[in-house]
């Protein structure tokens, strides 16, 4: 990091606190997939480009799949998923924003598009927030600004000849993830200079090196000047870490453990950290108990709905999800709880029904031990 630094490190965002004090009065719901959502609109080519004449009408390359520019030429559709998630009970909705940065929009040249579709998908993400809390006063509803795991790996070659060949660098990644954290952040015309989310997820972890560098970057964020415009750091937002546990080996794709996993990550402080996507909740729950024995901050849980079948749809009912939630709840392992693939607006209704009244997992005082990992977890006394 720079030695040249002349603002002190920013300060805590009002978001802290709000966030701490729901994780301690109940279990919080988070919201469901966006992706398997997006898809029951049949959205066509010209949705993606904005209609015909629309603003990508001649962009050279296809579009359709990139539901992240959906918060640009459809902020309709997403605003109503959105909404239907706040109406069936979540408290956090992530923006769509999984896929928006500098790498990933790579494949759809859409690169110089990255602060816009970022900051585009945060004001989306805010205005059905705000409408969920006009319709119910006193309620608050938080915006987490979604950050995935990029389709590029540090960790791993592509080429099966050239095990030393990395697609990026780290410098790249790095740069990637900054480029996007700084357009979510950043403050809303309408907001009176508070970030454009409440709160940043780094989700679907299968790769920790990937991980560790969106990590760098948020913490490069919130310590240092913007290098485009000098402005100071923007005021620090609770991080929320999600990993994939791909199997039932137990392991992320690069082969850690959950427990190697946590102590790869503990030492940036989570807000709160936990296990998303891959699996379904009933596969989950012995890596979910592995993290909340030993996580130093709440632990949060969204399954899919079950695995995919032959026909690449979800077959886990929303009773179904909701009845395994619940055993993790009344088992204390889980401070929040959601849904990732092939969960709907009606799985989160069910989701928080079945969770209400349980209180979350009691968070336990911090390690005294040394905690080190590779693969596999160190702990030395």
């Keep these: ?13 009002p978001s802290f606190a709000a966030l701490r004090e ?36 001649a962009h050279p390359h296809d579009l359709q799949g990139n539901n992240d520019l959906l918060g640009i030429t459809r902020p309709d559709v997403i605003e109503g998923i959105h909404a239907a998630y706040f109406e069936a009970g979540a408290d956090i909705v992530e923006t769509n924003t999984f896929n928006s940065t500098a790498i990933s929009q790579a494949d759809y040249h859409l690169e110089s598009l990255v602060p816009e579709l970022n900051a585009a998908a945060a004001a989306v993400a805010r205005r059905a927030a705000r409408a969920a809390e006009a319709a119910t006063p006193g309620r608050r509803c938080f915006v987490a600004g979604a950050i995935g795991p990029l389709n590029r790996t540090l960790s791993m070659s592509p080429d099966v000849n050239r095990p030393d060949y990395r697609a990026v660098t780290w410098a790249q990644v790095v740069a990637a993830y900054a480029q996007q954290i700084r357009a979510l952040v950043a403050p809303a015309p309408d907001t009176g200079g508070a970030p454009g989310v409440d709160a940043l997820l780094v989700e ?11 990590l760098f970057a948020i913490e490069t964020v919130f310590s240092e000047p913007d290098p485009a415009t000098g402005a100071p750091p923007p005021p620090r937002l609770p991080v929320m870490i999600s990993v994939t546990i791909t199997d039932a080996s137990g392991r992320t794709l690069s082969g850690q453990t959950p427990e ?20 379904g909740g009933a596969a989950m729950r012995p890596f979910i108990e592995e993290l909340a024995r030993i996580a130093e901050c709440p632990v949060t849980c969204y399954p899919n709905a079950g695995l995919p079948n032959a026909f690449g749809g979800y077959d886990e009912t929303p009773a179904d999800m909701a009845r395994v939630l619940r ?19 009606a799985h989160i209704k069910a989701i928080a029904e079945a969770v209400r009244g349980l209180p979350p997992r009691a968070v336990p005082s911090p390690h005294a031990e040394l905690r080190l990992s590779g693969l596999e977890p160190l702990t030395l006394p």
Aim: aromatic share 10%; with cysteine.
């Design 1 to 13: 990091m720079s030695a040249a630094i002349s603002f002190p490190p920013s300060a805590e965002s």
């Design 22 to 57: 729901l994780f301690a009065r109940r279990i919080a719901i988070l919201d469901g997939a966006m992706g398997s959502m997006v898809q029951t609109y049949k959205l066509a080519e010209a949705d993606f480009r904005g209609g015909e004449g629309g603003r990508f009408a």
């Design 204 to 214: 679907t972890i299968f790769d920790t090196l990937n991980a560790k560098a969106a």
């Design 260 to 279: 190697a996993f946590y102590n790869s990550v503990r030492h940036v402080r989570p807000f709160s950290v936990g296990i998303n996507c891959a699996l």
């Design 327 to 345: 055993q993790f709840a009344e088992a204390g392992l889980v401070n929040l709880v959601g849904g990732c693939c092939g969960s709907t607006p």
